[in-house]
């Protein structure tokens, strides 16, 4: 089992920063990749930001710009800073990992953290 814990959230004005950070536990040989995924009232489930072990990041592109992923070989952690951030960022954001949790098995999984709420008022 993987077990992941977020932090970070929070209260902030439009144009401020938070950070977000969340760090992957339990039975992982290997981490492949973490990101976050956001979702708001009455919409899906979207992709944010996601960073691989060999670096490579991704971002949609509401967030380009504003939003830096790192992390992952740091103690199987990824933070996220997120800048100038807007009343549309408002959304429950959601921690994930997928991992190789054992030597015997190139089998990937991923898990999800509980998810930390940033509400960013206008």
């Known amino acids: 089992q993987v077990q992941l814990v977020e932090s970070g959230g929070g209260l902030v004005q439009a144009g401020g920063s938070l950070r977000l950070s969340c760090v992957a536990s339990?039975?992982?040989?290997?981490?492949?990749?973490m990101g976050w995924y956001r979702q708001a009232p009455g919409k899906q489930r979207e992709l944010v930001a996601s960073?691989?072990?060999?670096?490579?990041?991704n971002y949609a592109d509401a967030v380009k710009g504003r939003f830096t992923i790192s992390g992952v070989n740091d103690k199987n952690t990824v933070y996220l800073q997120m800048n100038s951030l807007k009343p549309e960022d408002t959304a429950v954001y959601y921690c994930?990992?997928?991992?190789?949790?054992?030597?015997?098995?190139?089998?990937?999984?991923?898990?999800w953290g509980q998810g930390t709420q940033v509400t960013v008022s206008s």
């Open positions: 994930y990992a997928d991992t190789r949790q054992s030597l015997m098995s190139y089998r990937i999984t991923r898990a």
């Open positions: 339990g039975s992982i040989f290997s981490v492949n990749a």
């Open positions: 960073v691989t072990s060999g670096g490579s990041t």
